[in-house]
């Protein structure tokens, strides 16, 4: 049976796997994970560089820049494989990728005050939110007999 390929070999990522779950379910968990990862690591490196250098010593951490550009563009991927979880995992994508932007320059200001850097919080909570979106859509399989039970 010949099925419609919209990206060719990258579809593969939309089979199903386990109980109507995509591959690229788990590839955006884990992706998600690898960002949380970063999001840490970037944080380390801002204080040490603002406490170094001050305001100067500040750049954009690429690690977290392309993980947050691939899970944008996992979540743009995923719209086509599933519509209503992609769409909702894309916006949420989407506002940790601005709230990242934002989260950065709030460091600069901070850096530029001599004040000590806060933690993310806006962003944490924005990659929170996504983490447990798609953690949701990809192991709910675990619980699923269980909820059915209760609902």
């Not at 591959?23 to 960002?35: D, K, P, R, Y």
């Not at 962003?123 to 798609?134: D, G, H, T, W």
Request: proline fraction near 3%; charge should be negative.
């Amino acid at each position: 049976m010949i099925t419609a390929s919209l990206l060719g070999p990258v579809d593969i990522l939309a089979q199903e796997v386990v109980s109507g779950v995509a591959i690229i379910e788990f590839v955006l968990l884990g992706l998600v994970i690898v960002n949380l990862a970063a999001r840490m690591i970037a944080h380390r490196g801002y204080v040490n560089a603002a406490r170094e250098d001050g305001a100067d010593g500040l750049s954009r951490n690429l690690f977290l820049e392309v993980t947050d550009v691939l899970t944008v563009l996992g979540g743009f991927y995923y719209a086509t494989v599933h519509l209503h979880g992609g769409v909702v995992f894309a916006t949420l994508a989407v506002g940790m990728f601005i709230t990242d932007f934002f989260e950065f320059e709030a460091r600069l200001v901070e850096a530029r005050k001599d004040a000590p850097l806060e933690r993310p919080k806006a962003a944490l909570f924005a990659s929170a939110l996504v983490f447990l979106y798609i953690a949701y859509q990809s192991v709910f399989f675990i619980v699923k007999p269980l909820w059915e039970a209760v609902v």
